[in-house]
Nanobody, 119 residues
Framework: QVQLVESGGGSVQSGGSLRLSCTASGFTADIYAMSWFRQAPGKGRDSVATILTKTSGVTSYADSVKGRFTISRDNTQNTVYLQMNSLTVEDTAVYYC???????????WGEGTLVTVSS
C-alpha cells in the first residue's frame, strides 16, 4: 500500500502563486507516475499535470495550466510538487495527488487539498 499526503493548499488572490506538495510513503517501489488532479465545485475530477518518477521525469500538462503550473519531483523525499503561478478564480478546486504503480489497477489517491483563488 501507498499513502499520499498533500499539503500547501490555501487561499490566494488572483495572480498569486501557491506550491502544493505530495509525499508518498509505504511501498513506493512500484510507483512510476504521479499526477495532480483537481475537482472544482459541481464538476468532475480532471487531470492537471503528470510526471514520470522512475525515468527521465517527463511531464505533461492540461492545456488550461500550461505555462502557469510546473510539476516537479524529489525522488529522495518521495515528494512531488505543483508550483502554481498566475492563479485565476477558475483554478479554485480541491487538488488531489495521484500515484500509479506497475501492478494491474494499482492507483492511489490523497485526500485532497483545497485551493481557493479570489478576484
Amino acid at each position: 500500500q501507498v499513502q499520499l499526503v498533500e499539503s500547501g493548499g490555501g487561499s490566494v488572490q488572483s495572480g498569486g502563486s501557491l506550491r502544493l506538495s505530495c509525499t508518498a510513503s509505504g511501498f513506493t517501489a512500484d510507483i512510476y507516475a504521479m499526477s495532480w488532479f483537481r475537482q472544482a465545485p459541481g464538476k468532475g475530477r480532471d487531470s492537471v499535470a503528470t510526471i514520470l518518477t522512475k525515468t527521465s521525469g517527463v511531464t505533461s500538462y492540461a492545456d488550461s495550466v500550461k505555462g502557469r503550473f510546473t510539476i516537479s519531483r524529489d525522488n529522495t523525499q518521495n515528494t512531488v510538487y505543483l508550483q502554481m503561478n498566475s492563479l485565476t478564480v477558475e483554478d479554485t478546486a480541491v487538488y488531489y495527488c495521484n500515484a500509479r504503480g506497475t501492478r494491474p489497477h494499482e492507483e492511489y489517491w490523497g485526500e485532497g487539498t483545497l485551493v481557493t483563488v479570489s478576484s
